[in-house]
């Protein structure tokens, strides 16, 4: 399991993180048909507030792998572009804002916390999954955190919140320790892994 992470971790690694550079599509779609969709739009480095930003380390290669073993539909970073390319429009481009999401990514700080939540600017108790989240992180003993640190609301949660008027998408950022395979491959194998497979199936 440890040795697929790495292999697709060198899509979203190569040129310094940029991913390849002559795939032609910036998003890709893997479609299961699923009602719930993952993105990793961080997945290689982007272009935010007209600058680089660094990519969220492994959540490319996880999240293409947690879509695969769950049968959950995918749509992640494939390459650095040195403009604005939002994975909001080519979500609308393809016609998917009535599913649910889950925007996967990393965050850096040093904080006392496993996973933080972002919900943007709906209420907790509008979120049909949110609470069912929590109590599984729970179970696996993961501190979560919703709307502090993280709101979601100036990324892709925010911008499908404002153009569905739905709240149909959560920001999922995961420590750096949940995500580092190469450091912590037993806590991603027998934590992370079936920690997000066990979101995946709720929305089912
Ligand atoms: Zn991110």
Excluded: W
């Excluded at 979601?152 to 580092?180: V, Y």
């Amino acid at each position: 399991m440890i040795e697929v992470l790495k292999t697709y971790n060198q899509l979203y690694m190569q040129n310094f993180s940029r991913g390849n550079m002559q795939e032609k599509e910036i998003f890709l779609l893997s479609n299961k048909n699923s009602n719930l969709i993952l993105t990793a739009p961080h997945a290689t480095r982007s272009f935010v507030n007209k600058k680089e930003k660094l990519s969220d380390l492994y959540t490319g290669a996880l999240t293409q792998y947690i879509g695969e073993i769950s049968n959950t539909s995918t749509i992640i970073r494939q390459k650095f572009t040195p403009h604005k390319a939002l994975i909001s429009d080519f979500i609308s481009q393809n016609n998917l804002q009535d599913h649910y999401f889950l925007d996967i990514h990393g965050f850096k700080q040093n904080i006392n916390c496993d996973i933080c939540l972002g919900i943007g600017d709906f209420s907790p108790q509008n979120y049909p999954y949110l609470e069912k989240i929590i109590k599984i992180a729970e179970k696996y003993h993961l501190k979560t955190d919703v709307n502090n640190l993280y709101t979601g609301r100036f990324g892709l949660t925010g911008r499908l919140q404002k153009a569905c008027h739905k709240p149909n998408i959560i920001q999922l950022e995961l420590s750096r320790c949940l995500r580092d395979f190469d450091q912590n491959p037993d806590i991603v194998l027998n934590l992370t892994v079936p920690f997000l497979c066990e979101i995946c199936k709720i929305y089912e």
